[in-house]
């Protein structure tokens, strides 16, 4: 008998080539044209890659939801290079943007949810964009995204009849619904009270870690700095240095 086949070698998977899933290399961006045109970021140079929970801090204006929008696909980049899942953003057409954009959630400090609308067709917005899914599923996705972050008896409620943390986990179920590769926050604590705050981020880092999705978030709340795997400091639309940005961690 063939002694390897007593003791097989143990199999090594091939590595798998690291690519991240956001890249950005030399990024200036503008604001305004002639004589009013205004630089407002500056050689930026960051990579993030899968399943990282990035919090990006520093003073207001320092440019940081301007760099999450571009990263967004929100507003096309200028000069230098910002790869998204592999595609290049800078100088991308509007078409190529909205493409772009499918593949990301979306929290904000507003939440900036329909008023008109109940939780659930508020959290089934994020899937509406996807024709290969059944309404009756739209309704069963959203049904159990807005039951994972604990509104399972406010399905029907419209957003006038919730608290602002509740309309915050209205927004998340919208983001993840869809079980987007990117999720971007702008700020999505700022209008919370302690509990609620840390309440909404715990959901946030739960989900996406369950759904293997990157998060990307800014944000002045320095009661929820301990959910992120990295912080990133920006100060007039600046990327710190390293050192820094351990300070800042610190």
């Known amino acids: 008998m063939n002694p390897t086949l007593l003791h097989p070698t143990p199999h090594t998977p091939h590595p798998i080539p690291h690519t991240p899933v956001i890249s950005i290399q030399n990024l200036d961006h503008y604001f305004g044209t002639g004589q009013l045109r205004k630089q407002v970021l500056f050689d930026i140079n960051l990579e993030i890659n899968a399943g990282e929970i990035i919090i990006m801090t520093g003073p207001s204006g320092s440019g940081k939801t301007t760099l999450l929008t571009l990263v967004g696909g929100l507003r096309s980049a200028q000069a230098g290079s910002l790869q998204v899942l592999g595609q290049e953003l800078c100088g991308a057409s509007a078409g190529e943007l909205a493409l772009a954009r499918r593949h990301n959630g979306y929290i904000f400090q507003a939440h900036n949810l329909h008023s008109s609308l109940t939780a659930l067709q508020n959290a089934r917005m994020g899937l509406e964009l996807n024709?290969?899914?059944?309404?009756?599923?739209?309704?069963?996705?959203?049904t159990e995204m807005l039951e994972l972050v604990g509104l399972g008896n406010r399905l029907n409620y419209y957003p006038d009849d919730l608290s602002g943390g509740q309309k915050q986990r209205v927004a998340i179920a919208r983001a993840l619904v869809s079980h987007p590769k990117i999720v971007l926050a702008d700020e999505p604590t700022a209008a919370l009270d302690k509990k609620s705050g840390r309440d909404v981020v715990e959901i946030m880092q739960k989900l996406a870690?369950?759904?293997?999705?990157?998060?990307?978030?800014?944000?002045?709340?320095?009661?929820?700095?301990?959910?992120?795997?990295?912080?990133?400091?920006?100060?007039?639309?600046?990327?710190?240095?390293?050192?820094?940005?351990?300070?800042?961690?610190?």
């Open 131 to 142: 024709e290969r899914i059944s309404i009756a599923e739209m309704q069963q996705r959203s």
């Open 209 to 250: 870690k369950e759904q293997g999705c990157t998060i990307l978030l800014v944000t002045h709340d320095n009661r929820i700095l301990d959910i992120a795997d990295r912080i990133i400091y920006m100060e007039d639309g600046r990327l710190a240095t390293n050192s820094t940005q351990a300070a800042v961690a610190d």
